[in-house]
């Protein structure tokens, strides 16, 4: 029986394999043994399908469990879930920006952002402000690593069982390596004692 889930579950698969050009309504189709015409029964259209396909592997990125309650933690954690996914799934850093609206695991995640910065004294668009901007490292770094060749900067493998922080143990060998993971870490703790400057300073009455 073809269902939402199935043709969702495809989709996924095709994109993480071929990249977004592969993946049409009639390649879909074809992978379940089924008409195209049919899938339009669930789906309006490419982009009606894109958004949930976006909707379903964003669900990774959502923390297990309570956030935690210091703002620093909570965002390292966001953060690295979300280089996790969209390194899985590459093409997602191409989706995100182009959906119409949030599905509900995109709400859940917004969620979880609000409550990770619930602690910080700042006015909601000043602190969206900096959850963005972390954010924006986060796709960035994320598409630069998902396009690099294979075999750039590697390393042995660190196993995951090895990394401290288990948000990253899923990366593929070939990004699971010190030289990958010091420059994201790297990166990310300058981008977000930026962010506790910003805080500090507001709460000082600074600029």
């Known amino acids: 029986?073809?269902?939402?889930?199935?043709?969702?579950?495809?989709?996924?698969?095709?994109?993480?394999?071929?990249?977004?050009?592969?993946?049409?309504?009639?390649?879909?189709?074809?992978?379940?043994?089924?008409?195209?015409?049919s899938l339009y029964h669930h789906f309006d259209s490419k982009a009606d399908l894109l958004g949930a396909m976006a909707n379903e592997v964003v669900a990774e990125v959502l923390l297990e469990g309570p956030v935690p309650a210091d703002w620093r933690e909570a965002l390292s954690k966001i953060a690295r879930r979300l280089y996790a996914t969209l390194i899985g799934h590459p093409w997602l850093v191409f989706v995100l920006p182009k959906r119409p609206r949030f599905g509900p695991n995109e709400a859940k995640q917004a969620e979880q952002l609000a409550l990770a910065m619930a602690s910080v004294d700042l006015e909601p668009a000043e602190v969206w402000t900096l959850v963005?901007?972390?954010?924006?490292?986060?796709?960035?770094?994320?598409?630069?690593?998902?396009l690099a060749p294979k075999g750039v900067d590697l390393e042995e493998p660190i196993r995951g069982r090895d990394l401290v922080d288990q948000e990253l143990a899923a990366l593929?060998?070939?990004?699971?390596?010190?030289?990958?993971?010091?420059?994201?870490?790297?990166?990310?703790?300058?981008?977000?004692?930026?962010?506790?400057?910003?805080?500090?300073e507001a709460g000082a009455g600074g600029p």
Request: a negative charge.
């Open 132 to 146: 963005g901007t972390v954010n924006d490292y986060v796709l960035g770094h994320s598409l630069r690593a998902a």
């Open 172 to 200: 593929p060998d070939w990004l699971r390596t010190r030289a990958s993971l010091e420059r994201f870490e790297s990166g990310l703790k300058i981008v977000l004692n930026g962010v506790e400057r910003d805080i500090l």
């Open 1 to 37: 029986m073809l269902t939402p889930e199935a043709i969702i579950d495809a989709a996924i698969r095709i994109a993480d394999a071929e990249g977004l050009d592969a993946l049409s309504i009639r390649r879909v189709g074809a992978e379940l043994n089924a008409r195209a015409m």
